[in-house]
């Protein structure tokens, strides 16, 4: 601003927002402003060796290393080599449909059958120029069961 003052354009928005007795009853009841059914899992793809790693550095090497879990592709391709998965039908689905009858366990690093609820799958998007990551996002959206 010109004048030297600042302004806080978030506290002026919510200071200028109405909230109608309708949101006001849903808010206060604590009513879902909207749905979130089903789940959207983002899917990883990566070529073999180049997952991405979270650490801390002050952590030693061999730590760091033991602790790494499988990827949801590494499991995927696990998950088409494993028969009870197979007996479920891991075999029949492409790698973006395999949401929608396993689930990914985040602290075992593995898929599970579903029990309850379905879920969609959506692939990270790889642009035509990273090669050899570009053909294998174009594969697993055609073949089942690797």
């Not at 600042?6 to 879902?32: G, K, M």
């Not at 995927?76 to 689930?103: E, S, T």
Request: proline letters at 6%.
């Amino acid at each position: 601003m010109t004048d030297g003052v600042s302004h806080d354009e978030i506290h002026a928005y919510l200071d200028a927002r109405y909230v109608s007795s309708t949101q006001a009853c849903h808010n206060t009841f604590e009513f879902p402003m909207h749905l979130e059914w089903p789940a959207v899992y983002r899917l990883s793809v990566h070529l073999p060796g180049h997952q991405n790693v979270v650490f801390d550095p002050d952590r030693p090497l061999e730590e760091v290393v033991d602790s790494v879990k499988d990827t949801q592709l590494l499991g995927w391709f696990k998950a088409n080599a494993d028969p009870y998965l197979i007996a479920a039908g891991a075999n029949d689905c492409l790698y973006q449909d395999f949401p929608n009858k396993f689930v990914w366990d985040k602290t075992t690093g593995v898929w599970k059958v579903h029990q309850r609820y379905k879920a969609i799958g959506r692939m990270y998007f790889i642009p035509p120029n990273a090669g050899e990551g570009f053909y294998l996002h174009l594969l697993l959206t055609v073949v089942k069961g690797m």
